[in-house]
């Protein structure tokens, strides 16, 4: 099946830094992924849909100048997060979609990020 | 706005014990219906429902959407300890095919 790939796994950052995690298509192109954000013992809540090549899409209440998406190639998409805070800890999670073999949606392995 | 509702919230069985999830759905522009098992990290896909009506099935689990109903179920039967985790169901829809996700069943099976 599809394989995506996302590094880092795990990040801890002071208050005011910021952080970029990465997400990949490993063995198809994806012109459009997306970026969810768990909590401890809740579901994932989309954030923002990444296009390849255009601006991305995000999702009501999300702050996009604070959460920076880019999708500059078929294969990669990152999410920055611009000077974090405590409240911004939490797991982040991409997907992806191999529309070409018509997999369902793949999931990276997510990235802890906890600020402190 | 795009809604996902999944029944019950938790859920705690004996192994052994035959479980239902129930996920019912309000999205524009359906497209399908998608089932995840999540542990520690990602979530790990189990179905893809498309089409009304058509069972699909993986040894113990098998899921069914009713398009009529705007609902689809999980079942799991002959639990093990190993199926504890959160269920996740999703729905691909809306305006550029998001899947937006319900809250998820915590299931535990006790030994």
């Given at each position: 099946?599809?394989?995506?790939?996302?590094?880092?796994?795990?990040?801890?950052?002071?208050?005011?830094?910021?952080v970029k995690i990465e997400c990949r298509s490993l063995d198809f192109q994806a012109t459009t992924m997306f970026w969810y954000r768990q909590f401890p013992k809740?579901?994932?809540?989309?954030?923002?849909?990444?296009?390849?090549?255009?601006?991305?899409?995000?999702?009501?209440g999300v702050e996009k100048d604070k959460f920076l998406i880019n999708h500059a190639s078929l294969t990669l998409s990152t999410l920055t997060v611009t000077s974090a805070h405590?409240?911004?800890?939490?797991?982040?999670?991409?997907?992806?979609?191999?529309?070409?073999?018509?997999?369902?949606?793949?999931?990276?392995?997510?990235?802890?990020?906890?600020?402190? | 706005e795009?809604?996902?509702?999944?029944?019950p919230l938790s859920l705690v069985v004996h192994e052994g014990d035959t479980v239902t999830l129930n996920c019912s759905y309000e999205v524009t522009n359906f497209r399908s219906l998608l089932w995840y098992k999540q542990e520690k990290k990602a979530p790990t896909f189990l179905f893809m429902l498309t089409s009304s009506?058509?069972?699909?099935?993986?040894?113990?689990?098998?899921?069914?959407?009713?398009?009529?109903e705007l609902s689809s179920i999980l079942n799991i039967t002959a639990t093990?300890?190993?199926?504890?985790?959160?269920?996740?169901c999703a729905v691909v829809g809306g305006y550029g095919n998001k899947l937006v996700f319900g809250a998820g069943t915590i299931l535990r099976v006790k030994s």
């Amino acid at each position: 099946g599809a394989v995506v790939s996302q590094h880092p796994s795990r990040v801890i950052c002071k208050s005011g830094t910021s952080v970029k995690i990465e997400c990949r298509s490993l063995d198809f192109q994806a012109t459009t992924m997306f970026w969810y954000r768990q909590f401890p013992k809740q579901s994932l809540m989309l954030m923002a849909t990444s296009n390849e090549g255009s601006k991305a899409t995000y999702e009501q209440g999300v702050e996009k100048d604070k959460f920076l998406i880019n999708h500059a190639s078929l294969t990669l998409s990152t999410l920055t997060v611009t000077s974090a805070h405590p409240e911004d800890s939490s797991f982040y999670i991409c997907s992806a979609r191999d529309i070409v073999r018509g997999y369902g949606y793949t999931f990276g392995s997510g990235t802890r990020l906890t600020v402190v | 706005e795009d809604k996902v509702v999944q029944s019950p919230l938790s859920l705690v069985v004996h192994e052994g014990d035959t479980v239902t999830l129930n996920c019912s759905y309000e999205v524009t522009n359906f497209r399908s219906l998608l089932w995840y098992k999540q542990e520690k990290k990602a979530p790990t896909f189990l179905f893809m429902l498309t089409s009304s009506g058509i069972e699909k099935k993986s040894g113990r689990l098998s899921s069914i959407l009713d398009k009529k109903e705007l609902s689809s179920i999980l079942n799991i039967t002959a639990t093990q300890t190993g199926d504890s985790a959160i269920y996740l169901c999703a729905v691909v829809g809306g305006y550029g095919n998001k899947l937006v996700f319900g809250a998820g069943t915590i299931l535990r099976v006790k030994s």
